[in-house]
């Protein structure tokens, strides 16, 4: 597609479910990023794909949040028994790695999630 | 001492200020520099690149210093449509992560 697209877009769960959230990057981005964002908050990094190579699992809060990425394209980011810190937007972006003009990270639009 | 730093702001400045902005970085070996924009409850969007040599986009100036590892953002004339979050973001050589300041408030009123 032409611009980095999640889903779903808003997404409402109670107290200890689990709860997928789905990246699509920009066609050709070997890098994906997922980020977290609390209310008024800084983005805070949460994990990092690039390529064939191993993620960055880094920034992952709790072993509650996983995230893969299947053929180097979709990427899915999971949190299982949720609680209400939980409770952010989760934006996914992508880059082209080694690009002339260098590595611009491009933004989706976030997925909303409260945990209630 | 965090990677990337930024003062949270806010910058509450007329329209028609000048204002600027500093982001400092920890990593030496940094390679590349953005200067991102972020709406209130929107995605940030990239606003222009720093290169060595400093750029300027039309009212906005960005310039960057290796040596005391920072980089800057100049705004001219001020608009109030320049209110916004400005989020400073950096990459290290290693893995080409791009690691994002706290970013800084800008308020411009009439």
């Known amino acids: 597609g032409a611009g980095v697209s999640q889903s779903p877009s808003n997404k409402v769960t109670e107290k200890g479910k689990d709860v997928e959230l789905r990246c699509d990057p920009i066609?050709?981005?070997?890098?994906l990023y997922w980020y977290r964002q609390s209310l008024g908050q800084g983005l805070e990094f949460l994990i990092y794909f690039q390529g064939n190579s191993a993620p960055d699992k880094s920034g992952l809060p709790s072993d509650r949040f996983s995230a893969e990425r299947t053929g180097g394209s979709v990427s899915t980011l999971t949190i299982q028994r949720t609680q209400q810190e939980d409770s952010a937007v989760y934006l996914c972006?992508?880059?082209?790695?080694?690009?002339?003009?260098?590595?611009?990270?491009?933004f989706g639009e976030g997925s909303w999630l409260t945990v209630v | 001492r965090k990677e990337v730093e930024q003062d949270p702001g806010p910058f509450n400045v007329p329209e028609g200020a000048t204002v600027a902005f500093n982001c400092t970085y920890s990593?030496?070996?940094?390679?590349?520099f953005f200067w991102y924009r972020q709406d209130c409850r929107k995605e940030p969007k990239l606003l222009m690149s720093v290169y060595s040599s400093g750029n300027e986009d039309g009212r906005f100036t960005a310039q960057l210093n290796r040596a005391s590892q920072y980089i800057s953002l100049l705004i001219r004339d001020s608009k109030l449509s320049d209110s916004a979050t400005y989020l400073c973001v950096v990459n290290s050589d290693a893995g080409n992560m791009l690691t994002f300041g706290g970013g800084t408030r800008l308020m411009v009123k009439p």
């Open positions: 990593n030496s070996a940094s390679q590349s």
């Open positions: 066609s050709g981005h070997t890098a």
């Open positions: 972006a992508s880059s082209l790695v080694g690009a002339q003009t260098g590595n611009t990270i491009y």
